[in-house]
């Protein structure tokens, strides 16, 4: 692997792992519902960015399928959240 590949590869997982924790921070801490759901997806997001970094960095194709599961089921639970907090219910009668 190229070095500055590495480095730059280093240096995303640290970004993204920031972002993470501070996302994972305002989830505890968000006043309202819809901030705890936009942290929520921040989070599921950047777990995803992690493994694909992580994917480069290994060169390994197992990360990139994880990814996309994670991905999906992501935003599965962005729609449901959404409409719950729109409606108060998932599925309607």
């Known amino acids: 692997m190229n070095i500055l590949v590495y480095w730059a590869a280093n240096f995303a997982l640290g970004c993204f792992a920031l972002a993470l924790v501070l996302a994972a921070m305002r989830m505890l801490r968000g006043p309202t519902a819809a901030d705890r ?9 950047n ?8 994917g480069l960095h290994f060169s390994s194709e197992l990360y990139f399928d994880i990814a996309l ?9 962005s729609v449901a959240m959404a409409k719950f907090l729109l409606r108060g219910e998932v599925i309607e009668p």
């Open 69 to 77: 599961l994670i991905s999906m089921s992501g935003f599965v639970g």
């Open 47 to 54: 777990g995803m960015l992690i493994l694909l970094v992580l």
């Open 37 to 45: 759901a936009l942290a929520l997806d921040t989070m599921y997001i």
